[in-house]
């Protein structure tokens, strides 16, 4: 975790004790804790082609039929006890593969063609699981482990076994892998920590202990094994580290780096009410990017001066929803109310690529150059006016921005202008009020939005960088591939010159233009992005303290030399050196 500047990670030479007590994984979600390994070891089933006599098949569909809504129950009262709408959302994509009737008959005409009930379920999952794993696309993978759990946990279920009966207060539990509704409920009974043998940092998972602050090492092959259930465990979430069996020396430092994270947090609180500005006044506005109203209101109580970005594909995953302008304005309008006087800007769905949506099952071989974005909006007018009419009526208290993803061309953005105006016309006759003035932003995502930016600045109200997907699309290297993943650089030159081409742009028509990508969020990035003329910074809100905190000791004054000095630079090794990233 480059935030937190005194979490030096030490290799483990420097630590220099018995290195077989030591293990690295890949740190999914940062904190420090100490406490009891409950180790957690799945029992797999041991005849895969396990049958059954016929006058046994009326007893095993009832033994299935009841785990089966055991599952779905355990699953209903997980969405009941959360408050967070995009853990909802994960939990519901669970619900929704459990509940499917497909699964169910398949699994029941298994079992009626004598397969037990454990094989049934086996056979039905595996082949899905395989197929998933087999992609070559990191998150259709993680959905493959997904299954992986379900089906475990079914089996669970069946044998009446469950990682909540060991779990207690400061139980650091040692897993290969484990199901949302099983995370929720065991950081209930006083879950600290998890380590697991498999899953990746986009899990699910990982996304729910990041959201609850459980700190997280996954990925630790053979956890399971190594790992004794009772041991005392030392995890580090920002290093990946697990120290099993800490001796004195290491109990006194993970006690020092504790009560040290604990009293920076505790100034990060206080920084909430302080104005964002560097040491010589230049005024910096954070915003940040939210994917659901809780994130709204924390961004808010951490001094936020706004919401910079609303994903709403991330949130409105339901295909129906996608011609409710009822249910989006309601959503909409909770969200401008609750931020008040605060502005948001909603941004129009970007579906595509990654971003899938149900009953658009377009295959396409290359998504991330295919109907994506304001492509989809455009090829689908029906789901772009509807969007558009929620988000004028929850415009009326004139605090909504409405921004366009992966604009590309001047008649991508007035195609969209002229289906915004008559969404406003239709709402005039209709007598609905709205803010006619809606502000009207781009996203600049792609080198073509770069080279126009001119123009672009000059048609609308202001511009955000992606610098996400600038970076995908100038240095034709996938996001989500970790093959090229050492390539995917947001420090290359060729970004950050674009950056400040757009810079420049806003600048001459006046119009303010912020960065929502990661990189606003990287405090190597911070100095150079201010010095270029960025003074928005739009992030997620668990960063937004420690970036403030790192803006309030900048000057803008060496900012500007730093930025004129490092786009002189060609060799990203130079910038690298210089930054240090
Ligand atoms: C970006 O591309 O940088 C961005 C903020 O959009 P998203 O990550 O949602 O594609
Ligand atoms: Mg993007």
């Known amino acids: 975790m480059e935030n937190l500047p005194f979490f030096k990670t030490k290799s483990d030479a420097d630590i220099g004790i018995n290195l077989s007590k030591i293990f690295k994984g890949i740190p999914s979600s940062a904190g420090l804790a100490l406490g009891e390994a409950v180790v957690y070891n799945s029992d797999p089933i041991t005849e895969a082609n396990e049958t059954i006599n016929p006058e046994k098949i009326i007893s095993e569909i009832d033994r299935f039929e009841q785990a089966h809504k055991y599952l779905i129950e355990e699953y209903k009262n ?33 079992i009626k063609e004598g397969y037990s009930v454990e094989s049934a379920i086996n056979k039905e999952f595996e082949e899905k699981i395989q197929y998933f794993l087999r992609a070559k696309d990191k998150i259709l993978r993680e959905r493959g482990y997904e299954l992986e759990h379900l089906k475990e946990r079914f089996f669970d279920i069946l044998r009446n076994r469950s990682i909540l009966h060991s779990i207690k207060p400061n139980s650091i539990l040692v897993v290969r892998s484990l199901t949302t509704a099983d995370l929720i409920n065991a950081k209930e009974a006083g879950l600290i920590g998890i380590i697991t043998e498999v899953g990746g940092i986009a899990s699910h998972l990982s996304i729910l202990a990041r959201n609850f602050n459980i700190p997280a090492v996954i990925g630790l092959k053979y956890a399971t094994k190594y790992i004794n259930n009772g041991s005392y465990i030392i995890l580090d979430g920002y290093s990946g580290t697990v120290i099993l069996d800490p001796d004195e020396t290491q109990l006194s430092e993970f006690y020092q780096k504790k009560s040290k994270e604990e009293a920076y947090r505790l100034r990060l609180g206080e920084l909430a009410n302080v104005k964002c500005e560097t040491t010589d006044k230049v005024r910096i506005e954070l915003l940040t990017n939210v994917d659901c109203l809780e994130e709204l209101e924390n961004s808010l109580l951490n001094g936020a001066d706004g919401i910079g970005l609303i994903r709403t594909e991330s949130i409105i995953d339901n295909p129906k929803a996608l011609y409710d302008i009822e249910s989006q304005y309601k959503f909409y309008r909770e969200l401008a109310q609750r931020a008040y006087p605060y502005t948001i800007v909603i941004r129009a769905f970007d579906y595509g690529s990654d971003k899938r949506i149900e009953g658009f099952p377009h295959h396409e071989t290359n998504p991330a150059l295919g109907m994506r974005g304001i492509k989809f909006l455009l090829t689908n007018p029906e789901i772009f006016e509807t969007q558009i009419k929620a988000v004028l009526q929850a415009s009326k208290n004139k605090n909504v921005k409405f921004i366009l993803p992966m604009i590309s061309s001047i ?71 970790e093959y090229v993943s050492n390539y995917f650089n947001s420090f290359h030159i060729a970004i950050l010159k674009q950056i400040y081409m757009v810079a420049k742009a806003a600048k001459s028509k006046k119009k303010p233009v912020s960065i929502c990508g990661e990189l606003a969020g990287y405090p190597a990035a911070t100095e150079l992005l201010i010095g270029m003329g960025i003074n928005q910074l739009s992030v997620a809100p668990s960063i937004l303290p420690e970036l403030k905190s790192h803006i309030l000791g900048l000057s803008y004054k060496s900012a500007s030399k730093l930025a004129k000095k490092v786009l002189k630079l060609h060799s990203n090794e130079e910038i690298r050196k210089l930054l240090k990233y």
């Open 78 to 110: 997980a969405i009941e006890k959360t408050n967070y709408q995009n853990i909802i959302s994960i939990l519901e994509t669970n619900l929704m593969i459990i509940s499917d009737h497909l699964l169910k008959d398949s699994v029941i005409c298994k």
């Open 411 to 481: 008649e991508e953005l007035q195609q969209s202008i002229e289906i915004i105006e008559r969404c406003k016309s239709e709402l005039s006759s209709n007598n609905i009020s709205f803010d006619p003035n809606l502000p009207l932003g781009i996203m600049i995502e792609t080198p073509a939005a770069v080279l126009l930016a001119d123009k672009f600045a000059e048609l609308v109200d202001f511009i955000s960088i992606g610098t996400n997907d600038l970076t995908q699309y100038t240095l034709a290297v996938d996001r989500n591939n």
